[in-house]
Structure formats: C-alpha cells, structure tokens
C-alpha cells in the first residue's frame, strides 16, 4: 500500500523559514504529480503547490508565489516545500498527495499523507 509520510512541521515566528518534505513508500510514485494542500481550522483544504514528476511544471496558489518552493527527488521518492517568509496566515496542517496529473483540486489526488502542523506566530 502506498504511504506518504511528511515531516519538517512546527512553530515558527513570522518571517522565518521552514522546509517540509514528503517520502513515499512506493518508487511508482516517482511518475506522478506530487502535490501540497493546507488546511487551518475551520476552512477548507485547499492548494498549495504541486510539481510534475520531471520536475519541469510547477503550480502555486496565488498566497504563496514567490515565497514557496516545491521540489522532487525521485531518487528518494521524495518531495520539499520550501516555505520562506512565512506569514501568520500560513499556519495550517499542510498534507502532501501524489496524483495523475497536475490539478489544484483534492479529489484529483489519490494518495495521501497524514499532515504535519505548521505554525507562525506574530
């Protein structure tokens, strides 16, 4: 069964930087789209970020251009959110997901991490 695992979550205060990363389970994985959603109390999940697997397409949502990065290593089955500048409007559970094809909807992702919480303070 395939997992995804992320890590690199905490408390930060705003401005700082944090770096997430999410490992799966399974190298198949390395073909699909990886993803980033976030999800804060009370609202909806919603996009972040997402990479082909060559790396060569990437999408952000509007709030985070310019401030976040993501990125692969296929060779580790792996993937990174680079989070600079964070704001405190970015303290959410952030989930990684791995789908099909390049989508800023949930149901177009099939698999899912368990979330890692990322908070800023003021």
């Known amino acids: 069964q395939v997992q995804l695992v992320e890590s690199g979550g905490g408390l930060v205060q705003a401005g700082d930087s944090l770096r997430l990363s999410c490992a799966a389970s399974?190298?198949?994985?390395?073909?699909?789209?990886m993803g980033w959603f976030r999800q804060a109390p009370g609202k909806e999940r919603e996009f972040v970020a997402a990479?082909?697997?060559?790396?060569?397409?990437?999408d952000y949502a509007d709030s985070v251009k310019g401030r976040f990065t993501i990125s692969r290593d296929n060779a580790k089955n792996t993937e990174y959110l680079q989070m600079n500048s964070l704001k405190p409007e970015d303290t959410a559970v952030y989930y990684c997901?791995?789908?099909?094809?390049?989508?800023?909807?949930?149901?177009?992702?099939?698999?899912w991490g368990q979330g890692t919480q990322v908070t800023v303070s003021s």
């Open positions: 997901a791995s789908g099909p094809g390049l989508s800023r909807t949930v149901r177009a992702y099939d698999y």
């Open positions: 399974q190298r198949t994985l390395s073909r699909n789209v």
């Open positions: 990479i082909s697997w060559t790396g060569i397409l990437t």
